[in-house]
């Protein structure tokens, strides 16, 4: 069965500093590949995701992501991290065909300090 | 275009009671998904509908059921309420499928019904 892992539970960076969230995957093929931030009292948002070609993403709010297939991964960076920022990162995978559910991480809660 | 709509935003019921929660999908998506999070076993699969049809079915009692309408609102409801219940659950709606029948998997979210279980 595929699986989501984050395996950073809560991580904390310095406002201005740069942030790498981790993801990896457990997957017969290469799904399609996301990353959603979800707000304190909010829904899921979505950053940014991956379908085909390119291996280096761009999504919203400065952030990108870089798939590498030999990993099985799909970290999620930002150069720089604002104090807004701070919220809870999920990475999710689907199939790419079929009608399996969308799958997530367990989430990676990112505080920032000033 | 209105986003997903989730109603009530909170409740608080007691143990033994069923709850109703409902779903309004973006216009023009046929799909709609729930989740459960709670903190401990964060984002769990409910169900899915498609078309009225419940297309896909997470690993949840009997207790946890849903439905979806023609103009494709979504219900779900959960009986006998247990302490372990108390969760945010989440709607989310998706296009589903473009004409190759390949399923693109983006899920856009509502902002949640805060279910408390005392």
């Not at chain 1, 979505?46 to 099985?72: C, H, N, P």
């Not at chain 1, 920022?85 to 799958?103: I, M, W």
Request: aromatic share 12%; charged share 15%.
């Amino acid at each position: 069965a595929q699986s989501v892992t984050q395996p950073d539970i809560h991580i904390t960076v310095s406002e201005g500093a740069s942030l790498e969230l981790r993801c990896n995957y457990s997957y017969g093929a290469t799904p399609y590949l996301f990353w959603y931030v979800q707000s304190p009292g909010q829904g899921l948002q979505l950053l940014l995701k991956y379908f085909s070609g390119d291996t280096l993403v761009q999504g919203i709010k400065g952030f990108e992501a870089e798939f590498k297939r030999s990993q099985s991964s799909f970290n999620l960076r930002k150069p720089s991290v604002h104090w807004s920022d701070a919220a809870e990162y999920f990475c999710a995978v689907a199939a790419r065909s079929g009608n399996t559910p969308l799958v997530f991480g367990k989430g990676t809660r990112l505080s920032v300090i000033a | 275009k209105a986003g997903v709509t989730q109603t009530p935003r909170y409740l608080i019921k007691t143990r033994g009671q069923q709850v109703t929660l409902s779903c309004s999908p973006i216009s023009g998506h046929r799909s709609v998904s729930w989740y459960q999070q709670t903190p401990g076993q964060g984002l769990q699969f409910l169900f899915e509908y498609f078309s009225e049809t419940q297309r896909n079915k997470g690993n949840f009692p009997g207790r946890f059921s849903g439905r979806q309408f023609s103009n494709s609102r979504s219900e779900m409801n959960v009986s006998t309420l247990e302490l372990g219940d108390s969760a945010l659950y989440l709607c989310a709606s998706s296009t589903s499928r473009d004409r190759g029948g390949t399923n693109t998997g983006e899920l856009f979210f509502g902002e949640g019904s805060r279910l408390t279980v005392l």
